[in-house]
């Protein structure tokens, strides 16, 4: 059992355009003027200046990180749920991807470790992408700890349609003021484990997305079977409202929104109305 470490978060300011954005253990989402709209309907300013916390709380150890905060769920080895954010920024202000998996010092209980998943036939499965915190050395350093990680196929998941909806949400990203990603596994009825530690395999993945843009907000998500797909699936075939994967997930991801804002955009499964160019 390894000593309980006390990590405080450092203050992130990234400047892109002409916007500053700040965010520390919560995300504060600044909405300038004085309306906001979601879903066509006008919403006063005062709840428009949405503040989000983390997903509801679970009896799990929350690690803390500069760079993101998950749950760890000692059981299953793996993050419930893992938060990041995701801002327009060119692939050329981006760091080059250098690979250092290992073990995660900040699990009290002891993370899973690379002899898990060495042979074990499962891909070490990125949950935050190792591009979404390409804007440092340290934080793309950081994303390589096996408690970011999960055991995914390799071709036919990890290499090919989980790969797919990371980039199509990388692509969105750049036509937004910025994107707010939940990803995390399913772990109800695992597939089975791996390794000494026995790391769970999960049945399917998720990703809830709130994307901001020009003053008005909307959500998504994908809930993904964990099985190998043909290369031409499509992502499209994964789209979900963010209501339906928190009945599968038990998890409510953006409790701390004001109800009526959250109502309206988690029944969404439409992405006309999600991604508005």
Do not use: C
């Not at 349609?161 to 003021?177: M, P, R």
């Amino acid at each position: 059992m390894k000593s309980k470490r006390i990590l405080i978060s450092s203050l992130i300011i990234l400047v892109l355009g002409s916007g500053a954005y700040f965010f520390w253990d919560k995300e504060l989402i600044p909405i300038e003027g004085t309306i906001v709209t979601v879903e066509e309907e006008v919403v006063d300013a005062e709840k428009a200046r949405v503040e989000f916390n983390l997903p509801n709380a679970t009896s799990h150890q929350v690690v803390e990180r500069p760079f993101y905060t998950f749950s760890y769920n000692e059981e299953a080895e793996q993050p419930d749920w893992i938060p990041y954010t995701l801002y327009p920024l060119p692939d050329s202000l981006r760091v080059k991807r250098k690979d250092n998996f290992r073990a995660d010092p900040l699990v009290i209980s002891g993370s899973a470790s690379l002899k898990d998943y060495k042979s074990s036939g499962y891909d070490r499965g990125h949950l935050t992408p190792a591009k979404a915190l390409s804007y440092s050395k340290e934080a793309m350093n950081a994303s390589f700890y096996l408690s970011n990680m999960s055991p995914q196929i390799g071709i036919g998941f990890n290499r090919g349609v989980w790969k797919k909806i990371e980039a199509k949400i990388f692509e969105w990203s750049n036509k937004s003021d910025s994107l707010y990603v939940v990803t995390g596994p399913i772990l109800d009825n695992p597939l089975g484990t791996i390794g000494e530690n026995k790391v769970a395999i999960p049945r399917a993945y998720y990703k809830t997305i709130f994307r901001f843009k020009d003053g008005s907000i909307s959500g998504i998500g994908f809930l993904i079977d964990h099985k190998k797909f043909p290369n031409r699936t499509k992502v499209t075939d994964f789209i979900a409202s963010i209501d339906s994967i928190e009945k599968v997930s038990g998890i409510d991801f953006y409790h701390q929104m004001d109800s009526v804002q959250q109502a309206k955009i988690e029944v969404n499964k439409e992405l006309a109305k999600f991604i508005r160019e």
